[in-house]
């Protein structure tokens, strides 16, 4: 099992807020996996009366989640103030949107919400930038019985390229560890979640040069904020080595930048666990379904 990097998250609070104004113009990716996620919930007939976002950036998700649910009261959480000041704005140019609308600004690992006081719990690639097992349990705290969980993060093979180069300029990590699906999936059956559901796809960007990959990363806020990443600046001659080995990469005179999207769902049992033999069903959900 790849063990998730600790993370310095002044760093990345810093490295998001520092993107807020960026994002949204080099994000093409990003949109793409959130709507093949969202999709999915066409065949979910689930009707939530409260959502929460985890890492929900500059609103893309959210405004999503509020057209397909427009009864539903919807909160965004991000790391970063500016992110959630940003997702605030984009939404509140839909007057039907802002008056169901919440935004704060927390940590995923310690959600500030109530125990069981919402039915979905979306996150859209924010769970590479934390601790798994830590949001898994959150969800699964602030999640009602009966209630889903869906999320897309980065797996291993996320920007392979990129790290192979650097491999060739120096031993040290400049590219952070993504955790394999099969791990992710027993992580949610740990969480207490039921029924998970796991698969992945590939996606390839291609660029004219490497300074335009790195671009993105930077205007993405992708920076590399694992604690024990390298400090101090790179020079001239290990960038000259990194920038060549990953131009050796090219493939029909582009740079690629491999991309391994997860996707994961699971549910919160209608059900308590048992004890002594006997199982709790909360009264209000007996004759209730789910896809």
Not at 90 to 112: K, T
Request: proline share 5%; hydrophobic share 45%; net charge positive.
């Amino acid at each position: 099992m790849t063990e998730p990097l600790m993370l310095d998250k002044r760093r990345l609070r810093l490295s998001f807020a520092q993107a807020a104004d960026t994002y949204d113009a080099v994000a093409v990716l990003q949109r793409e996996i959130a709507d093949r996620l969202l999709g999915r919930l066409e065949v979910v007939r689930l009707q939530p009366r409260a959502i929460l976002d985890i890492g929900c950036g500059t609103g893309y998700d959210l405004r999503r989640l509020s057209q397909r649910y427009p009864r539903a009261r919807a909160l965004g959480l991000d790391i970063a103030e500016t992110m959630t000041q940003r997702a605030r704005r984009r939404l509140g140019r839909w007057r039907r949107f802002a008056g169901r609308s919440l935004f704060a600004c927390g940590d995923a690992e310690r959600l500030p919400l109530a125990t069981a006081s919402v039915d979905m719990v979306v996150s859209n690639l924010a769970l590479q930038w934390c601790h798994p097992p830590a949001v898994f349990a959150e969800a699964r705290r602030v999640l009602r019985p009966g209630g889903l969980f869906m999320f897309t993060t980065f797996g291993p093979d996320t920007l392979r390229e990129l790290r192979a180069a650097w491999r060739a300029a120096d031993d040290a990590a400049h590219v952070h560890n993504f955790i394999d699906m099969h791990d992710l999936g027993d992580m949610l059956i740990h969480a207490g979640f039921a029924d998970p559901v796991m698969d992945m796809e590939a996606f390839t960007l291609t660029y004219a040069d490497v300074r335009g990959v790195m671009r993105d990363i930077k205007q993405l806020g992708a920076h590399n904020v694992a604690v024990s990443r390298a400090r101090g600046l790179t020079g001239k001659a290990r960038f000259a080595r990194f920038r060549a080995a990953y131009e050796a990469l090219a493939q029909d005179g582009k740079i690629p930048a491999t991309y391994e999207a997860i996707y994961g769902h699971a549910w919160v049992p209608e059900t308590e666990p048992a004890r002594d033999g006997i199982a709790t069903i909360p009264v209000g959900r007996i004759g209730r379904g789910r896809p």
